[in-house]
């Protein structure tokens, strides 16, 4: 039972423009909410989060929004670097999950110069 | 600050047989996770550890898999014996919080090939 999923398998972006990236959960229980990046052969990074009392957070380029009605997520990348192209991975949590994270099946973004 | 270590990055082993991997997890990290990454597929926890008490073992499929995490420290996943479904990269996080509310920090997997 999927409750995090990322319904794009690959996404492409040309430099300079903005990356959407999606993601939706099923389990209103999640309350935290990551997304991390993840290079090939390289382990899964963290890249920005965001709680479930807001419903924006940014850090430099990357700006996550949450809107908890339409259990519905999303990944703002703006501009996109070549250096971005990566498969992202959707997370949450929540108590009922007993805090572990669970993972989307990624989105494949690759930016063209 | 060294990141989450493990070991080996690469292993290939024939059905049947036993395997283990190695965590190292990040200095003063109190809670550590084992997660399978199928291909094409999200990591998926297998196990969650709060100091060395196991308190999530749920997705663990008990018949073959058994993890440890002695003092709470390093832990070890073992595989015994091996079947060719349980190909796939194995991946060990550590977090900071005990109710695991700080990000999870990952270490480069574990890639399995059962032949």
């Known amino acids: 039972d999927q409750q995090v999923k990322q319904n794009s398998p690959s996404l492409s972006v040309q430099e300079g423009r903005i990356s959407i990236l999606n993601c939706d959960y099923t389990?209103?229980?999640?309350?935290?909410f990551l997304w991390y990046k993840k290079y090939p052969a390289e382990g899964p990074t963290f890249l920005i989060s965001?709680?479930?009392?807001?419903d924006k957070n940014e850090d430099g380029r990357f700006t996550v929004f949450l809107n908890k009605s339409a259990k519905h997520l999303s990944l703002h990348i703006v501009p996109s670097q070549p250096g971005d192209s990566a498969v992202y991975f959707c997370?949450?949590?929540?108590?009922?999950?007993?805090?572990?994270?669970?993972f989307g099946k990624g989105t494949s973004l690759l930016v063209t110069p | 600050e060294a990141g989450v270590v493990q070991s080996p990055r690469y292993k290939i082993i024939e059905k049947k047989q036993p395997v283990a991997f190695w965590c190292n997890p990040i200095?003063?990290?109190?809670?550590l996770y084992w997660y399978r990454q199928n291909l094409g597929q999200g990591p998926e926890l297998l196990i969650r550890?709060?100091?060395?008490?196991?308190?999530?073992d749920s997705q663990l499929p008990k018949d073959r898999f058994s993890a440890e995490r002695l003092k709470g420290v390093d832990s070890t996943l073992k595989i015994q014996p091996a079947e060719l479904g349980d190909s796939a990269v194995y991946l060990c996080?550590?977090?900071?919080?005990?109710?695991?509310?700080?990000?999870?920090?990952f270490g480069q997997g574990t890639r399995l090939t059962v032949v």
């Open positions: 550890y709060e100091n060395e008490e196991a308190v999530d």
């Open positions: 965001i709680s479930s009392i807001k």
């Open positions: 389990n209103s229980m999640f309350d935290y």
């Open positions: 996080a550590s977090s900071s919080d005990i109710l695991g509310l700080t990000e999870a920090f």
């Open positions: 200095s003063g990290h109190n809670t």
């Open positions: 997370a949450a949590r929540g108590s009922n999950s007993g805090y572990a994270l669970n």
